[in-house]
């Protein structure tokens, strides 16, 4: 028997609702499989514990975590009660870059039966490689003089390091896909950090042949990935970059409610850590209508991840069949419930 021990951290507002039931999944697919076995410890860490613990996780917490095979996160954020830059700073940030989580996937697709806001959408199946370490996300900088006067500096960090383990990771994963990378960049207007990532990218597009490559400035790539999405395989972009494309990626696939990601520890020092794209949902919690699926597929890149490939396969099959007969929540424009959408996906992996 296989037993993947797993630690999850349903964390806030909808992680709460989405966590329970991608887990519920996960037990099913385990017995799919016969020889594998889920065994989670789940961790309270979120804003609640916050404002009793006076921190997000405890002083120990990360060394908790270590013994796991892989991390299982909802969400993070609560702003009305702990300010965002403290939460997830104190949690999902810390964790990323504790743990050299240093490379973010996340893959956008045309889904069966869910319907992309596209006019003439054509099937896209791309993923985004976000540099997940540094970048624009970084400590150094602060606010000098008082008043009308005072001025916010917050400094992005670049390292030729990060750039290109992101780099690298993106072109051996398009050697697998369709062999073309797109970078992300902006070197039109930013001076040092942008013309930088571009010296990488060109540098470290010689170890690489076959592979097709362009650049393109953020902005002008935001606009295609709403009008050509289809003309993307793998986009190397930094840690803000991918934020943003991240979240017009899962709009362009019809939700972020099913968007997935994974924040993977190359070197293998440290559990990878699965979340989904979106957050923890203040507009819709405690109605039962979040969308699970962005968690469930999440939990297909865990799968992935742990070396059960042809598991997480199954499963992204029937999250399509269910999505497929239309049975979908509020976001993508049916009643379901995220009981109804999870219980039906576990009915059919039952059946497999
Ligand atoms: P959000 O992703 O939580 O919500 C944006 C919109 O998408 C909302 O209308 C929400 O209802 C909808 N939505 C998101 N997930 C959904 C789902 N599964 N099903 C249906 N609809 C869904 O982004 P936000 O409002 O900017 O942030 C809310 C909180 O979450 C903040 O505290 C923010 O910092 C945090 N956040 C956390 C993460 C994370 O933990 N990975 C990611 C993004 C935002
Ligand atoms: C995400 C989120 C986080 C990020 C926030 C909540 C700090 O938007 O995971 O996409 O920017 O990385
Ligand atoms: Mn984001």
Not at 109 to 133: H, Q, T, W, Y
Not at 199 to 208: G, L, M
Not at 220 to 238: G, H, K
Request: one cysteine or more; hydrophobic letters at 40%; charged letters at 25%.
């Amino acid at each position: 028997m296989k037993i993947l021990k797993i630690a999850s951290i349903p964390g806030d507002g909808i992680g709460r609702e989405v966590v329970p039931a991608a887990i519920k999944v996960l037990e099913a697919i385990a017995d799919v499989h016969g020889g594998l076995k889920f065994e989670f410890v789940e961790y309270p860490w979120s804003c609640e514990y916050y404002l009793e613990h006076g921190a997000m996780m405890p002083e120990d917490g990360l060394e908790r975590l270590k013994e796991f095979d892989g991390i299982f996160l909802g969400a993070v954020g609560n702003p009305k009660i702990v300010p965002d830059h403290i939460s997830l700073w104190g949690l999902l940030i810390k964790i990323r870059r504790e743990f050299e989580q240093t490379i973010n996937l996340r893959p956008a697709k045309m889904m069966n039966g869910i319907r992309s806001p596209l006019a003439n959408p054509k099937d896209f199946d791309l993923i985004v490689i976000r540099e997940n370490s540094e970048g624009e996300y970084s400590t150094v900088g602060g606010t000098i003089y008082q008043g009308e006067d005072e001025i916010a500096i917050q400094n992005a960090v670049f390292s030729r390091k990060a750039t290109e383990r992101a780099m690298r990771y993106a072109f051996d994963l398009a050697s697998k896909r369709r062999s073309r990378v797109t970078s992300a960049t902006k070197s039109n207007g930013i001076v040092y950090s942008m013309p930088f990532w571009d010296n990488v990218f060109k540098d470290v597009s010689k170890d690489y042949p076959d592979i097709q490559t362009d650049s393109q400035h953020i902005d002008a790539l935001a606009a295609f990935f709403v009008t050509q999405p289809e003309r993307f395989d793998v986009i190397v972009a930094s840690n803000l970059f991918g934020d943003i494309l991240t979240d017009i990626g899962a709009a362009v696939m019809g939700s972020i409610g099913i968007a997935p990601a994974a924040n993977i520890n190359v070197n293998g020092k440290y559990p990878s850590m699965f979340e989904p794209v979106h957050g923890s949902a203040p507009d819709i919690v405690g109605k039962g209508i979040a969308n699970p699926i962005g968690q469930i597929w999440t939990a297909k890149m865990m799968l992935d991840h742990l070396g059960e490939e042809e598991l997480g396969h199954q499963l992204l099959d029937v999250v399509e069949g269910v999505t497929g007969d239309g049975i979908l929540t509020p976001d993508l424009g049916v009643r379901n419930t995220t009981k109804e959408v999870t219980e039906e996906i576990i009915h059919r992996l039952q059946a497999l």
